[in-house]
Protein backbone atom coordinates (compact mmCIF):
# COMPACT_ATOMS: atom_id res chain seq x y z
CA UNK A 1 0.00 0.00 0.00
CA UNK A 2 1.24 3.19 -0.70
CA UNK A 3 2.52 5.44 2.45
CA UNK A 4 0.65 8.60 1.04
CA UNK A 5 -2.74 6.19 1.12
CA UNK A 6 -1.67 5.40 4.73
CA UNK A 7 -0.92 9.02 6.30
CA UNK A 8 -4.07 10.34 4.19
CA UNK A 9 -7.00 12.00 6.32
CA UNK A 10 -10.49 10.34 6.19
CA UNK A 11 -12.70 12.36 3.87
CA UNK A 12 -15.68 13.46 5.17
CA UNK A 13 -19.25 11.63 3.92
CA UNK A 14 -21.64 14.33 2.90
CA UNK A 15 -23.73 13.37 6.39
CA UNK A 16 -20.72 14.31 8.53
CA UNK A 17 -20.13 17.53 6.48
CA UNK A 18 -23.66 18.91 7.84
CA UNK A 19 -23.46 16.99 11.31
CA UNK A 20 -19.93 19.22 11.53
CA UNK A 21 -21.29 22.39 10.16
CA UNK A 22 -24.48 22.38 11.80
CA UNK A 23 -22.09 21.51 15.36
CA UNK A 24 -19.94 24.16 14.38
CA UNK A 25 -22.49 26.82 15.03
CA UNK A 26 -22.78 26.43 18.48
CA UNK A 27 -22.98 23.11 21.39
CA UNK A 28 -26.05 20.79 20.18
CA UNK A 29 -27.72 18.13 21.60
CA UNK A 30 -27.86 14.76 19.83
CA UNK A 31 -32.09 15.16 20.15
CA UNK A 32 -31.32 18.86 18.99
CA UNK A 33 -29.16 17.83 15.62
CA UNK A 34 -31.55 14.77 15.11
CA UNK A 35 -34.35 17.26 14.43
CA UNK A 36 -31.79 20.27 12.53
CA UNK A 37 -31.23 17.29 10.08
CA UNK A 38 -34.90 15.47 10.05
CA UNK A 39 -33.24 12.75 11.47
CA UNK A 40 -34.32 9.82 14.03
CA UNK A 41 -31.68 10.15 17.02
CA UNK A 42 -30.21 6.73 17.38
CA UNK A 43 -28.39 7.15 13.78
CA UNK A 44 -27.26 10.57 14.93
CA UNK A 45 -26.40 10.04 18.33
CA UNK A 46 -23.81 6.82 16.24
CA UNK A 47 -22.77 9.59 13.83
CA UNK A 48 -21.82 12.08 17.11
CA UNK A 49 -19.92 8.86 18.50
CA UNK A 50 -17.95 8.26 15.23
CA UNK A 51 -17.08 11.95 15.32
CA UNK A 52 -16.44 11.99 18.47
CA UNK A 53 -13.71 8.51 17.86
CA UNK A 54 -12.07 10.39 14.95
CA UNK A 55 -11.14 13.43 17.06
CA UNK A 56 -13.78 15.93 15.25
CA UNK A 57 -16.40 16.52 18.39
CA UNK A 58 -16.38 16.23 21.72
CA UNK A 59 -18.38 16.33 25.22
CA UNK A 60 -18.76 20.02 26.45
CA UNK A 61 -21.00 18.67 29.46
CA UNK A 62 -23.10 15.67 30.72
CA UNK A 63 -26.65 15.88 30.38
CA UNK A 64 -27.58 16.45 34.21
CA UNK A 65 -30.72 14.08 35.12
CA UNK A 66 -32.22 13.15 31.39
CA UNK A 67 -31.03 15.94 29.97
CA UNK A 68 -28.73 15.10 26.95
CA UNK A 69 -25.28 15.49 26.37
CA UNK A 70 -23.84 19.03 24.89
CA UNK A 71 -21.34 18.48 22.15
CA UNK A 72 -19.47 20.84 20.57
CA UNK A 73 -16.62 20.77 17.66
CA UNK A 74 -12.85 20.27 17.87
CA UNK A 75 -10.17 22.28 16.12
CA UNK A 76 -9.47 18.99 14.28
CA UNK A 77 -13.24 18.82 13.42
CA UNK A 78 -12.91 22.97 12.31
CA UNK A 79 -10.00 21.72 10.14
CA UNK A 80 -11.50 18.49 8.81
CA UNK A 81 -14.25 20.90 7.28
CA UNK A 82 -11.86 23.44 6.07
CA UNK A 83 -10.43 21.03 3.66
CA UNK A 84 -13.46 19.45 2.93
CA UNK A 85 -12.40 16.10 4.32
CA UNK A 86 -9.96 15.92 1.43
Do not use: C, F, K, Y
Given at each position: M????????????????????????????V????????????????????????????????????????????????????????
Amino acid sequence: MDGAMINRPARLSPVESIALSMIELGPISVPQLADAMAREASPVSRLVHALRGRGWVERLEAGAGRRPAIWGITDAGRAALARGGA
